[in-house]
């Protein structure tokens, strides 16, 4: 199946195929060329793709270095969790800009931090699965977005944002899904570069994970375990299926006993290695000659 939008990220531009998203592409445009000349000045130069899983607490955010300086952000974990010990210290400090942020779903633990972020960085584009929410913070969310005119578009199933030979393919939710848990609205995004794939869930249940093993493949190296390991989430059929070298559980300090002994089990039942943000921090993973190089990064 074709993708209805492509989202094509290059090294100064960012363009979308369609005739609506022409204006959008223009303004991105002038943006990355001043991003360029900012990692020129900066001596930072990122030769291999690094996937960061973030270190802010009962929540989720994790990041996407691609070379030429693009960077993906996929949530932002609570208020205030993404800056502090996160951004600030991966990134040079002058460099104040993110090509592409995407939300999976509008719950606090995973766009708060995007109040801070947005205040205080510039923001190509921000990207949804269309699912709104009631809270006082989304709503000073969507008015930060409006007064700095930041372009947002909704992405759904088989959407794709490419650069290069990178690619971020949406596997949910399909077009015009409706759902009783918005954990299920999670836009899921799977990341392939030189034959290693990577999934990010969300915080979707085993429900959706079955569905998503019925209709896809998906077998990958690095698997972000949904909902902070809730015993609601990581069913063992889609463990199986997706078999992943390395499992990584965005999960703080919380009251839900995240992550559960279920799937701490179950994760070990399928012989992966797992990571905690809780207790390993920072996870920076490096894809290099199509090798998948792991440090635990204390900032």
């Known amino acids: 199946m074709e993708p209805k939008t492509q989202l094509v990220l290059e090294e100064e ?16 445009i002038m943006i990355l060329d001043v991003v360029a000349w900012a990692y020129i000045l900066s001596g930072k130069k990122i030769e291999h793709s690094e996937l960061y899983f973030l270190n802010v607490g009962q929540g989720d955010s994790s ?21 502090q010990k996160n951004l600030e210290t991966i990134l040079p400090i002058q460099d104040r800009y993110v090509d592409v942020v995407a939300m999976t779903h509008p719950q606090q633990d995973h766009y708060g931090g995007f109040l801070e972020l947005f205040r205080n960085y510039k923001i190509g584009i ?58 299920d609205a999670s836009l899921v995004m799977r990341f392939e570069e030189s034959g290693v ?38 069913d063992p059929v889609f463990l199986k299926e997706a078999s992943p070298l390395v499992s990584i559980v965005e999960v703080g300090k919380n009251s839900y006993g995240h992550p559960t002994q279920q799937t701490l089990n179950r994760l070990a039942d399928i012989g992966t290695q797992i990571y905690r943000t809780d207790q390993d921090s920072i996870l920076k993973v490096v894809l290099a000659d199509q090798q998948i190089q792991i440090f635990k990064t204390q900032y």
């Open 13 to 28: 531009l960012i363009s979308w195929s369609g005739h609506r998203w022409f204006r959008i592409g223009v303004l991105l």
């Open 63 to 83: 990041l996407a270095l691609l070379p030429g300086g693009v960077k993906v952000l996929i949530d932002g974990g609570p208020m205030n969790g993404v800056l």
């Open 126 to 183: 921000f990207i949804t699965s269309g699912y709104d929410s009631t809270n006082d913070s989304w709503k000073e969310l969507q008015k930060i977005i409006a007064e700095r005119k930041i372009p947002t578009l909704v992405l759904d199933e088989m959407d794709i944002i490419s650069y290069g030979d990178t690619y971020f393919r949406i596997l949910s939710p399909r077009p015009g899904e409706k759902v009783k848990d918005v954990n």
């Open 197 to 234: 794939r990577a999934l990010f869930t969300g915080d979707i249940s085993a429900k959706k994970e079955k569905e998503l093993t019925r209709r896809f493949n998906i077998d990958v190296d690095i698997l972000k375990i949904s909902h902070h390991g809730s015993k609601y989430s990581s």
